[in-house]
């Protein structure tokens, strides 16, 4: 689920962050380019008041001394547009007749003079060279020896201007900046955190038993219902073939073992003594491969009951002695090689666990039978015993034992143990299919002095048995 | 100075700028091989410059210099001309007329120049890094202690206009200042000390007028008489060259104002279009630099903007901690000292005033 395991596929997180940044990124061009505009417009009101203030003061100051129009431009005015302190200044006085009074005679607004009679006006201009905020103030004289339009032109480099925008842009896009910044990183914690319950349902998916066909149970997020939903369906649906594969087999366990039984009682009918030698030879291996078909046929129904159990039946604090014991019982036939040492050992009537009787006994059953069948020489030993926490049923005997490459193998249904003659069957497949239903495990203990041990070990039930 | 003084009364501008040009330029050769040529244009005395460039070739052995002395008037003339034409005058011009030097930034005969040296000069020193001051220069007064009794020095302006009035007839004829027609840097003086305080200055005009005062285009004139005992007082006197003559006179006095003390900055600028523009930025490092400043502090110009007054002035302590020091910013409002109509009217309402009364006979040439 995370994207650095799964390479060139395409994950989640790596198309969300792109996706985001791109929207992120283009935002934040669109925010520089606002900012810069109304940098822009607001350096400009800012220096255009002053631009007009000093052809306001500068029309002001012009008069009419002795008929004719004079302009004392005053300091004051000059210095106001000082405060765009590495501009250049240009100006032009001109009186009602349209001559130049003072000034820089060349300068001109762009638009003709008497074009709007607006008191004021700004534009743009190029003057010298060098593009200009142009400002004009009109001034109105009505004097008897002076009468018309005075006007006052002044025009200011654009220096001031653009720093100011530019030092206005540059502080909203180091804003818009850290704020595109902080919203990245706080969308891509928001998205890791809105993508673990994707993780959590892998896991939980991943982690399961694979046994186990109950729908998933992991709290996910609403718009992930559909998904662990198809999970769902798709494991009833297994589940529901598992169920009716295992009921074939039980079945057909069960059909095939009428017939066997007749078949057995017809061979045991049949007798030996009528044989020569090499058909006694037949008689018998036909004799021992029917008894151990039966004894196959024995272990699925044993095995379909095992797991119909564990699905249906309630598990209830029982005595592991007893129903070890009682195992012990059935699993030793009355027929056992008397030279066999045969001996169960446990407390009283300790230890408790949680589990079904039947299931465990069949399992117990298992193990003891494989023993006796495969591994016993001379002795045979069932030891129940428990510790803090769990509680075990420890089958030994003295035969050669599992190699220890061998015992993942030894679990597995059909697997042959070693070179003996037959197959281990079953035994242990059941044995561990009740062990994990109970939430134990069936584990060897390797090869000692004493001899080979399988140990099913099962959790301790805790609470008051009634 | 005095001959151009003549020449441009007589001649006019365009006459005499030929002659000065070659009677004023002055060579410092490179006292090893030459690598480059400074043209240095300048307002400021040799004797005030010689130990300057003498000192640069020290520390810039191969560059040789050209130094052409005008009158602020006539070098702003010649500057603004060549802008006008695009044929830059010279690798860097020295000013006392600031004022002039904006302009002819604000025109764009200008090129910036930055460097560790000018990050040093004051904010009101500089503008657009294309005109910088260089030097601190109160306006003074001066006087000659064997004409003017102690109890009778003016060491405020009030003080100077309340004395000729009430001494006329002694100081008649015996006042000496700027003739602002012919000085820009006496335009500059007589512009700012009208915005500093209009009744004062008023009182002073009216008084100046009335004891017939002599007006000259130029401070070595002036301090040359009242040096001699010609004149009694000399008035907005660049501090530098009163200094420099009260050294050599010992009778003249120098007063700085206490009410306030206008203060100018020699201005520089290199050119737009400098042919040697590199060696005028390294002469005007120079000039801005801890060396030069000190160089110019004993040698030059004498007064410093954070330092003590020279010994033997009289005038507050230190002139600006005192607050009396009032510096005329180098900035755009120069540019209304520099505006035409402004400048004609004022010196019309100056003349009126000053000149056309009637001067003693021996001030007229």
Known sequence: MRPEIIKNEPSLFGRLARRISVVLFIGAALLVTAAWYYAETAANKAYDRLLVGAALQMAESLSVEDGTLTARLPTSAFELLGLAERDRIFYRVIDTKGQTLTGYDDLKTPSPLDSARNVLSVEEGVYKGEPVRIARATRVLADPAVSGHAYVIVAQTNEARLALTRELTLRATILVFVMSLLAFVGAMLAIRYALQPVERLGTAVRRRDPHDLTPVTVDVPRELDPFVGSINHFMGRLNERVDLLQRFIADAAHQIRTPLTALTAQIDLLGAGKLDKAGRQHFNRVKERTSELARLTNQLLSHAMVIHRADSVQLEPISLVDVARRAYRAAIPITVDPDIVISFEAPDDRPFVLGDAVSLREAIVNVIDNALRHGTDQRLEVRVRASDTQAFVEVEDDGPGIPPESWEKATQRFATSKSHEGSSGLGFAIAQEVASAHGGTLSFRARDERGFTVVLTLPLFKGVVK | ?365
């Open chain 2, 1 to 365: 100075m005095i001959r151009i003084c003549f020449a441009l009364l007589m001649a006019g501008l365009t006459a005499v700028q030929a002659f000065a040009a070659e009677d004023n330029k002055t060579q410092f050769p490179a006292s090893q091989t030459e690598s480059g040529k400074l043209t240095i244009y300048s307002t400021t005395d040799l004797a005030a410059m010689k130990p300057l460039i003498e000192d640069f070739q020290k520390s810039s052995p191969d560059v040789s210099i050209d130094y052409i002395e005008y009158l602020t008037n006539e070098l702003n003339a010649l500057a603004s001309e060549a802008c006008r034409k695009q044929e830059p005058l010279g690798d860097l011009l020295l000013s006392s007329s600031v004022d002039q030097l904006l302009k002819l930034a604000n025109d764009g005969c200008a090129t910036a120049h930055t460097s560790p040296e000018t990050l040093r000069v004051a904010e009101w020193a500089n503008w657009r890094d294309e005109v910088f001051g260089f030097t601190y220069e109160p306006a003074v007064f001066v006087y000659n202690a064997s004409k003017v009794p102690p109890a009778e020095v003016p060491r405020t302006h009030v003080e100077l206009a309340d004395l000729l009035r009430e001494r006329l007839d002694y100081y008649r004829g015996r006042v000496g200042t700027y003739d602002i027609r012919l000085s820009g840097i006496g335009y500059l003086l007589a512009f700012n000390d009208a915005r500093q305080t209009t009744t004062v200055f008023g009182r002073l005009l009216e008084s100046m007028a009335r004891a017939s005062t002599v007006a000259r285009c130029c401070t070595g004139e002036i301090l040359e008489e009242v040096g001699k005992g010609n004149l009694y007082i000399g008035y907005n006197m660049l501090g530098s060259y009163a200094y420099d003559a009260a050294q050599r006179h010992p009778e003249l006095r120098v007063v700085v104002p206490r009410d306030y003390t206008l203060v100018l900055s020699r201005g520089a600028l290199i050119p737009k279009g400098a042919e040697r523009a590199d060696l005028g930025a390294r002469f005007l490092d120079y000039l801005l630099s801890e060396r030069g400043q000190s160089v110019a502090r004993t040698n030059a110009f004498y007064f410093t903007e954070s330092g003590e007054l020279p010994p033997g002035v009289d005038g507050p302590q230190n002139l600006k901690e005192s607050g009396v020091a009032q510096p005329i910013r180098i900035g755009p409002a120069l540019l209304a000292v520099q505006d035409r109509a402004q400048r004609q009217r004022f010196i019309e309402d100056w003349s009126q005033s000053l000149i056309e009364l009637n001067s003693p006979t021996w001030t007229r040439e």
